[in-house]
């Protein structure tokens, strides 16, 4: 075969992808050696719009066939890190540590196009995840802030809340409420420790250990350790909704008409005993507790249900139901421990905690701390466990934590995601109120594959690769498709559809007259002549379909003629 002819059948194959699966002839050219390896690699890359990864694919499996969720009440919720780092797209462009693999990068590039973004796009982007994910509330990681200029680190700062805020206004999104989350490593240990010796650590040698021997009887030695933890991170976080910020006051969580507050474990700062002395921490933990009680109180003036990690009750047996209003167990990824969730009782409450995946030190050949997501099987086994034992709330790891391979946004990982959308697909698929929602947007640039015959973003925004993405400019902050040509498709693998009827919205701009066409499974919704709308954006029915039961179904949106731009559509039932 020559060189021409070749990249003539990869142009074909390509161009035609879509017609080719359908008509199942790909499996009889590939039995028959018909298709070289160098094609394979170009329709699989015209498939997905991503460059194929040095590292082999793994197998992957088709869609899971739909399974019948059991109706349930939890209230789901994901923990997020919003390190500077993050934020800015530089860890996840440093590709991991001496030690760890990044396999789980965000989809959404920050660091690339660093110039033409701004930090506020980091939260909008991370609002509309999970908006479309369907989670009931989001728990951003709070590491506090020293009042000192010189000690300052943007690894958790509270104030960044307000930004977080600005997006959720910004798109109106009401029912997205907040818990706030205490990293009690950072935002006690290693804050007191930075501040007073300029090392930021949290984990303490027996002669540099966590001052809190002296604390029950030495207001002193209380308050040393007591104001990182209340006045430089706690009390910071919650003045995001209070006083003169209290008309976002509604966005918080509240358990019983109590804002919910979780705070992180005590293992790697305090020991379980010292000089023999089992354990340390005896009614030392209550007095921290119920300070904080007592100060939300005086506060704000409302009582707080802190949801502590059982780590604290291992260390002081006074921690009990009568000090915290529930607990959890965390998780624990270790040698010969295949459950990657927890769930804990107490009082009335039944607290679950869970990861898709887990994986560090990678590079040393280390799987002791490993979680397979067995192609999100692992988060669906966890999710039906808290149905099975009536979860009252659930806490996700962690949604943007590609340091432990453990995050649910939209990922280019093509080891341990199948396609980008995938984490928060099932996360919406167990949403007890969004799993098939009155209305659904899907933004254009989230699609998982996509066929662009333009090289490179023309936009410069969002994302890497081929797809042509810009600023929508439109009634909220958001990006677009950008640049489009007659050919070029976008597809999401599968969308949720309520029985009986939908129509699909379609957002667009354009400065001439184009068409489109929707494909649902394959099946063509008919082309929709969109009208020049003079470059400004307008929302048009694209598409009616009707199905006998609600269901998960591969959407792909194709551009017939013209060059319009999309922003988002939405799935709408009738």
């Not at 989001?138 to 009042?147: A, D, H, V």
């Not at 509604?250 to 005993?273: A, M, Q």
């Amino acid at each position: 075969m020559d060189f021409t002819h070749l990249l003539s059948q990869a142009s074909f194959l390509c161009n035609n992808k879509d017609r080719i699966c359908n008509m199942k002839t790909l499996k009889l050219m590939l039995s028959s050696a018909i298709i070289p390896a160098a094609l394979l690699l170009c329709l699989y890359s015209c498939n997905s719009g991503e460059d194929i990864p040095d590292a082999v694919r793994p197998q992957k499996p088709s869609v899971e066939t739909e399974k019948e969720i059991p109706d349930h009440d939890f209230l789901m919720g994901s923990l997020f890190g919003f390190e500077k780092d993050v934020r800015n797209g530089r860890a996840s462009a440093s590709g991991g540590t001496s030690a760890t693999t990044f396999y789980n990068r965000p989809l959404f590039e920050m660091y690339e196009f660093r110039d033409a973004v701004s930090d506020q796009d980091w939260w909008d982007n991370l609002v509309e995840e999970y908006l479309y994910a369907g989670l009931d509330y989001m728990i951003p990681n709070c590491r506090g802030c020293l009042p000192r200029a010189d000690r300052y680190t943007d690894h958790g700062d509270p104030a960044h809340i307000q930004k977080l805020l600005n997006a959720l206004e910004d798109r109106g999104a009401k029912d997205m409420k907040i818990a706030i989350f205490d990293d009690a490593p950072a935002s006690w240990a290693a804050a007191l420790n930075f501040d007073q010796n300029g090392r930021y650590a949290f984990d303490m040698a027996a002669g540099d250990r966590y001052p809190i021997d002296n604390i029950l009887d030495d207001e002193e030695a209380f308050q040393n350790i007591y104001k990182y933890i209340w006045d430089y991170n706690i009390k910071l976080a919650f003045d995001n909704f209070y006083g003169e910020n209290q008309k976002y006051n509604d966005f918080l969580l509240r358990i019983d008409g109590k804002p919910l507050l979780f705070v992180w474990s005590p293992n790697g700062f305090v020991n379980y005993e010292y000089d023999g002395v089992k354990p340390v921490c005896t009614k030392r933990f209550k007095k921290i507790f119920d300070r904080i009680h007592a100060d939300f109180r005086e506060r704000y003036g409302e009582e707080l249900h802190i949801c502590a990690d059982k780590a604290f009750q291992d260390r002081d047996p006074y921690v009990t139901g009568k000090v915290v209003e529930s607990m959890n167990d965390w998780f624990v990824a270790a040698p010969n421990n295949s459950k990657s969730y927890t769930l804990r009782s107490v009082n009335k409450y039944n607290v679950g905690v869970a990861c898709p995946g887990f994986w560090i030190n990678d590079k040393k050949g280390d799987k002791s701390m490993f979680f397979d997501p067995n192609h999100g099987k692992r988060l669906s086994e966890a999710l039906d466990h808290f149905i099975s034992y009536k979860a009252s709330f659930v806490m996700l790891e962690g949604f943007t934590d590609m340091y432990e391979n453990a995050a649910y946004f939209r990922s280019t990982d093509s080891v341990f995601y199948d396609y980008p959308n995938q984490r928060l697909n099932i996360l919406r698929k167990y949403s007890s109120r969004n799993a098939y929602p009155e209305s659904m947007n899907v933004e254009a640039e989230s699609c998982d594959r996509y066929f662009d015959r333009s090289e490179g973003n023309s936009g410069r925004q969002y994302r890497s690769g081929d797809l042509d993405v810009s600023r929508a400019d439109d009634t909220y902050r958001s990006w677009c498709v950008c640049d489009t040509e007659a050919g070029e498709w976008l597809e999401w693998v599968e969308l949720p559809y309520s029985a009986g009827n939908s129509v699909i919205n379609l957002r667009y701009r354009s400065s001439a007259e184009s068409k489109v066409k929707f494909t649902v499974d394959g099946k063509d919704c008919g082309e929709k002549t969109l009208p020049s709308t003079g470059g400004q954006w307008k929302t048009v029915t694209a598409a009616t379909l009707e199905f006998d039961k609600k269901g998960w179904h591969k959407t792909v949106l194709n551009v017939v003629s013209g060059s319009p731009d999309f922003n988002w559509f939405s799935i709408d039932r009738q």
